[in-house]
């Protein structure tokens, strides 16, 4: 079904949302959890893009366009258009160790019964995605998250003077700091066009480009093996 991988490359910092704001109520407005942005948000560039420069018709994007995400990359791994991508709840790994569990006897068990140990990874390659904890850990397809969060105070400036507006006029936001050689990716049906475009709910410029995905990659052998119970 996918054929493009979409990278997207955040020109300075993004936001996790536009609601986080400063009051004896709420002191940080924790916007964060709204990062990265759910494919939906791309979804919807899709139709804001195609209405300002058409490059395909409306009815197709609205009946055939799917998109999944996000997920991430590097420059060196997008050249072989691999990227990273959550690690199932099935494996656990940690720098102390990895588990794996498994249904027997219709129950989820794991073999390695250290319950105290806690993830310190949670994205693998997708070339990765059937081996086990302890292999994928071994191989060294496993990643931290390359954002971070960092506190920035909005100000909310009068029209007419350089001075905050006297009723909500400074809002505390966690801006989202990504990794320079790291890229937002997600996996489409169709192409958007390569180019500069203002993506979320800030608006922020942010670099687009589309990947072509050919009937060999991991990912589309994987997605097109039979499901089994």
Same mark, same amino acid.
């Given at each position: 079904?996918?054929?493009?991988?979409?990278?997207?490359?955040?020109?300075?910092?993004?936001?996790?949302?536009? !609601?986080? *704001?400063? $009051?004896? #109520?709420?002191?940080?407005?924790?916007?964060?959890?709204?990062? +990265?942005?759910?494919?939906?948000? &791309?979804?919807?560039?899709?139709?804001?893009?195609?209405?300002?420069?058409?490059?395909?018709?409306?009815?197709?994007?609205?009946?055939?366009?799917?998109?999944? !995400?996000? *997920?991430? $990359?590097? #420059?060196?791994?997008?050249?072989?258009?691999?990227?990273?991508? +959550?690690?199932?709840?099935?494996? &656990?790994?940690?720098?102390?160790?990895?588990?794996?569990?498994?249904?027997?006897?219709?129950?989820?068990?794991?073999?390695?019964?250290?319950?105290?140990?806690?993830?310190?990874?949670?994205?693998? #390659?997708?070339?990765?995605?059937?081996?086990?904890?302890?292999?994928?850990?071994?191989?060294?397809?496993?990643?931290?998250?390359?954002?971070?969060?960092?506190?920035?105070?909005?100000?909310?400036?009068?029209?007419?003077?350089?001075?905050?507006?006297?009723?909500?006029?400074?809002?505390?936001?966690?801006?989202?700091?990504?990794?320079?050689?790291?890229?937002?990716?997600?996996?489409?049906?169709?192409?958007?066009?390569?180019?500069?475009?203002?993506?979320?709910?800030?608006?922020?410029?942010?670099?687009?480009?589309?990947?072509?995905?050919?009937?060999?990659?991991?990912?589309?052998?994987?997605?097109?093996?039979?499901?089994?119970?």
């Amino acid at each position: 079904m996918f054929k493009y991988l979409i990278t997207i490359h955040p020109l300075g910092l993004m936001y996790g949302s536009s !609601g986080g *704001f400063l $009051s004896p #109520e709420n002191l940080v407005g924790r916007s964060r959890e709204k990062f +990265p942005p759910d494919a939906a948000t &791309l979804s919807g560039l899709f139709f804001s893009a195609n209405k300002v420069n058409p490059f395909t018709h409306p009815e197709e994007l609205r009946d055939n366009l799917y998109v999944a !995400g996000p *997920f991430w $990359s590097e #420059e060196k791994r997008l050249q072989q258009k691999n990227f990273y991508l +959550p690690i199932p709840n099935t494996k &656990l790994i940690s720098d102390q160790g990895t588990k794996d569990w498994e249904i027997k006897t219709d129950q989820w068990v794991v073999k390695d019964k250290d319950y105290e140990l806690e993830p310190d990874y949670f994205w693998q #390659e997708i070339v990765a995605w059937n081996r086990t904890a302890k292999q994928v850990k071994e191989s060294g397809a496993v990643a931290k998250t390359p954002w971070k969060f960092v506190p920035i105070l909005h100000p909310k400036i009068q029209k007419q003077q350089r001075q905050v507006q006297a009723e909500d006029g400074l809002f505390l936001e966690y801006a989202v700091q990504l990794d320079q050689e790291a890229c937002l990716v997600y996996l489409s049906t169709h192409e958007l066009p390569s180019g500069w475009y203002r993506f979320g709910g800030e608006n922020h410029v942010v670099e687009i480009n589309s990947l072509t995905l050919d009937e060999n990659h991991p990912l589309i052998k994987l997605l097109n093996q039979p499901i089994q119970t």
